[in-house]
């Protein structure tokens, strides 16, 4: 799927299943949420934290997998509401890094482990 389509899908979705989108900052409230979820996950799969049971343990890579669905949704949300193409939007996000950070990363140190 394209982002094009994404956001395409999810605004039909919206439309049809979710009735209207919620507004904007109702959304960013649920985004953070939702990135906060992929938080706790990440703590627990690949940082220090523990799991509180072990059960949780076994699904939790699925689990991070429906999280990140869950903010890149509300993330599509918010660019339908405000008119933003994400497409067009990435693609000059990494222009501006490329330009920016051409030699920045190729000289850290720390990058070459």
């Known amino acids: 799927m394209t982002i094009e389509t994404a956001q395409k899908e999810v605004d039909n979705w919206i ?9 904007e900052l109702t959304n960013m ?3 953070t949420e939702e990135v906060g979820e992929v938080a706790r996950l990440m703590a627990r799969i690949y940082g220090e934290q523990s799991f509180k049971r072990k059960e949780d343990e076994a699904t939790a890579k699925e689990k991070l997998g429906d999280e990140m669905a869950d903010v890149l949704f509300v993330l599509i949300c918010l660019a339908n509401q405000t008119g933003i193409d994400l497409t067009e939007a990435l693609n000059k996000n990494l ?11 190729a000289n850290n140190d720390k990058l070459k482990k």
């Open 15 to 23: 439309q049809t299943i979710g009735i209207r989108y919620y507004n």
């Open 29 to 31: 409230a649920i985004l």
């Open 95 to 105: 222009i501006k890094k490329s330009i920016r950070d051409k030699e920045r990363h």
